[in-house]
Structure formats: structure tokens, C-alpha cells
């Protein structure tokens, strides 16, 4: 009994002491480090500086400072906080500062911290802040439901340059890189030994996503994500709006054929979808015919390499939750198309 009393007294005195060491420890509401933000934080003098040269802030962001400006005046009020008593909130121009860099170095959240001398909890907030408000305001403008005008555009587009007719879009899917999740198992573990989240993309003729899926587990296929996507659901029960059948360019003698997508061999082969031949004994017509789907197929392609070339954070493992990693990639995709538009009208 005398020695399970000493224990008990002798870690009774332990708590106690750690408790006092707790209640020693000094807390801020802004770190000293963080407090000389203005003075030699990021924002407030790089970025400032990079205003003024245009050919690095580009770089630097991945796109104009006036591109920025026209982006924070769509989402500015989703993004702003109240200043208190205690600290003053961020501004959301440095919280959207923040969140495109993420993006387009592929920098941890850690890294910006330091950099921006904001908090990292602070940064990973605002990271999440802003893609949650680019999806919720830009997305009916940039990346919204097809119709039979953009279908009939789309079709007109891939016949002129890429010569292939009645086709409403490239689709292919695309492996985004993540940190193993917490007691995952094997759900996002992918057959190139990754774990990844899957992004499902139909794109158009200037590599411009249509319709995007995103958020399925990496072991998944391509053609099981397709066929448990609204996409692949639409196209089934023909609710999304497909221009009827029409005759071929330069062949009308061959009847009114549907409109179709095309994908590679990890498609099925479906009334809505084409692949190309099996490489096995080949004939000319089919050689052709593989030639002529594999430049429309290139679309897709470029537009996961150009995602990949502008942001940067595709060409690591994303340390983020998963959810909050399918708003990245959907922000992404938003921003993708949003550039790709801004570019063609100054064109």
C-alpha cells in the first residue's frame, strides 16, 4: 500500500508540474515573427515590387496583375473577414496572393507561412477560402453545364481543326498526386504505386474543360469513374441535351450517324463514346481512322499538360485533406478555363 501511494503521490506531483509549465507558457494571438508582416512579409513588398514587371509577376503567379485584380473583384466579398479587438483580418487580396501562389509553385503551406508571415493555420484557411469561393462564383461563368449550342460549337470546333466530325469533346482521366489520408488502406492507392484522387475531364478543341469529375479513389478506372459520373449517367439516359443525329461532312450518303466523345483504350466502347482500333492487324481504313481520333484525343492531353505547366502543385503529392483537395483541382480547372478565355479575347 506504501508503495502504491508514493506512485500515486509521485504522479499526482508530475501532472501537476506539467499543468503549471502549461499554464507558464506564453500565448499570443499574433506571433511576434507574424507581427512584422507589413514590414517584411511577402505581400507587402515582392509582391508589391512584382506590379511593377509584369513578365515576373507572371511568373511569379502564373498570370497578369490585372487578371488578379478582376479575379478579387468576383470573389473579394466571399473572402473578406471582420476586423476585431484583438487582431486585424487578413486582406483578401493576400489571402487570394496566398492561395495562387500555393497553386502555382506547389510550395507546402509551411513555406508560405514563413514567407507571407501569416500563420500556417491562417494560410491554410485562406487557401481553402478562396478555391471554395472561385468554385461557388466563377464556376456558372468559366466551367458550366453544357448545352446544345456549346455541344453544336463544340462539334463545329473539333471538325475545322482537328477534322474530325459529330464530336462534342475529348475525355481521359488524370491521377492528381496526395499524401496517404489518415487510415485510407488501399482506396487511393493507385497501379503507379501513388496515392492519388482521380480527375475525370471532358475537354473541347482548344483544350478548354467542358465537364469535369473529380474526387474518386485512385485504384479507380478510368472507365468505372466515367460510368458512375453524372457525365457518363447523362450520356446513358440521354438527358444531357445532345444534338440529334446528323450526316457526316462530305458523306451524307451514309445517313444521319450520332454524335460522339472520344477517349483512349481505357474507354468502353459505347454509341456516345469511340476508341481507337486494337493495334493488332490494322488495315488502312483503320489506320486512318486511329490517326484521325488520336489528334482529337490530343486535346485532352494538352489541357492536363498545360494544368500541369501552370500549376505547379500537380507535380507533387498535395499535403491537404482530401475534400479540401477536390476544390483545389476543381479552382484549378475554373482558373484553367477563366486564363484560356481571357487569352482569346485579347487575341
Sequence with gaps: M???????????????????????????????????????????????????????????????AEQMDHILYII?????????????????????????????????????????????????????MVYSAIEKLMMRDYLPPPTRD???????????????PNCLGAIDGKKVNIQAPANSGSQYFDYKLNFSIVLLALVDADSKFL???????????????????????????????????APLPGAPHLGPLPFVMVGDAAFPLKQYLLRPYAVQDLNHDKRIFNYRLSRARMTVECAFGILSGRWRIFLRDINLHPRKVDTLIIAACILHNYLSNRAENQD
Design 150 to 164: 456549346t455541344w453544336n460549337a463544340v462539334s463545329q470546333a473539333f471538325w475545322e481543326r482537328w477534322n474530325f
Design 2 to 64: 506504501v508503495r502504491i501511494n508514493r506512485r500515486r503521490a509521485l504522479a499526482t506531483a508530475i501532472l501537476l508540474a506539467m499543468q503549471q509549465k502549461r499554464t507558464r507558457q506564453r500565448r499570443f494571438w499574433v506571433h511576434p515573427l507574424n507581427q512584422q508582416r507589413e514590414a517584411q512579409g511577402d505581400f507587402h513588398h515582392l509582391v508589391a515590387e512584382l506590379r511593377l514587371d509584369s513578365q515576373r509577376h507572371y511568373k511569379y503567379f502564373r498570370m497578369s
Design 211 to 245: 465537364a469535369i469529375q473529380v474526387g474518386d479513389y485512385g485504384r479507380s478506372s478510368d472507365g468505372g469513374v466515367f460510368a458512375n459520373s453524372d457525365l457518363g449517367q447523362g450520356m446513358e439516359r440521354e438527358t444531357l441535351d445532345v444534338p440529334a443525329s
Design 76 to 128: 473579394g466579398p466571399e473572402i473578406t473577414r471582420q476586423t476585431t479587438n484583438y487582431r486585424a483580418a487578413i486582406e483578401p487580396k493576400q489571402r487570394l496572393a496566398v492561395a495562387l501562389r500555393y497553386l502555382a509553385s506547389g510550395d507546402s503551406l509551411v513555406s508560405l507561412s514563413f514567407s507571407y508571415r501569416l500563420g500556417e493555420t491562417t494560410v491554410s484557411q485562406s487557401v481553402h
